[in-house]
């Protein structure tokens, strides 16, 4: 009997020092550096890249497929958070079918750029810069978003408010990029 209260006690430690647990910063630090070396790539690719009429049509097809995949997972993400404030969720259950939704939203960025490169973008466009920079923040917005919610993963019952202030920054940020880049990207198509 006072093995097994030992044994409870001992697993309520574990429990609490694993919600407590630091996040992996220099992991995320790499990735972001990473990240921005890639774009950086793309951006000196998209220079010596000609795809022709045909390559440029199907490459701004692969964009907008892109777009749909990686920003509708975001929108999903948002939704649901939106479910957990409206109370038909719990926290638990938002940050899992978010976390789920991250290969989704990375994989529709890494299209976005990729096929971005064929479109030869115009690096003298005021409008092209911003779009890119918007990438950029994207980019980086997205890196700490896993940090953001590698932390919420560990919480039991309700987030503190610094947590909530980050995430609801984090998705500002992520909207207004997205959104920013779409409106651009549209602009430019349209000329």
């Given at each position: 009997m006072l093995n097994d209260s030992?044994?409870?006690?001992?697993?309520?430690?574990?429990?609490?020092?694993?919600?407590?647990?630091?996040?992996?910063?220099?992991?995320?630090?790499?990735?972001?550096g990473g990240a921005i070396?890639?774009?950086?790539?793309?951006?000196?690719?998209?220079?010596?890249?000609?795809?022709?009429?045909?390559g440029?049509?199907?490459?701004?097809?692969?964009h907008?497929?892109?777009m749909t995949l990686g920003?509708?997972?975001?929108?999903?993400?948002?939704?649901?958070?939106?479910?957990?404030?409206?109370?038909?969720a719990t926290f638990a259950e938002a940050v899992a079918s978010t976390a789920k939704l991250h290969p989704l939203i990375w994989a529709?960025?890494?299209?976005?750029?990729?096929?971005?490169?064929?479109?030869?973008?115009?690096?003298?466009?005021?409008a092209t810069i911003l779009k890119l920079a918007l990438v950029a923040t994207l980019t980086l917005n997205g890196v700490q978003a896993m940090a953001l919610g590698e932390r919420m993963s560990t919480l039991r019952g309700t987030p503190p408010m610094p947590l909530l202030l980050w995430g609801g920054v984090?998705?500002?940020?992520?909207?207004?990029?997205?959104?920013?880049?779409?409106?651009?990207g549209y602009l430019n198509a349209s000329r």
């Open positions: 030992r044994q409870a006690n001992h697993a309520t430690i574990t429990d609490v020092s694993e919600s407590r647990r630091p996040i992996r910063s220099r992991g995320y630090a790499v990735a972001a070396i890639a774009l950086g790539i793309a951006i000196w690719l998209s220079t010596l890249v000609d795809a022709g009429p045909t440029h049509r199907v490459a701004l097809f692969a907008l497929g892109f920003f509708g997972a975001v929108l999903v993400a948002d939704y649901s958070f939106a479910l957990w404030v409206l109370r038909r529709g960025l890494c299209g976005l750029v990729v096929s971005g490169v064929l479109l030869r973008p115009d690096l003298t466009s005021g984090t998705s500002a940020v992520s909207q207004a990029c997205w959104w920013g880049a779409i409106i651009i």
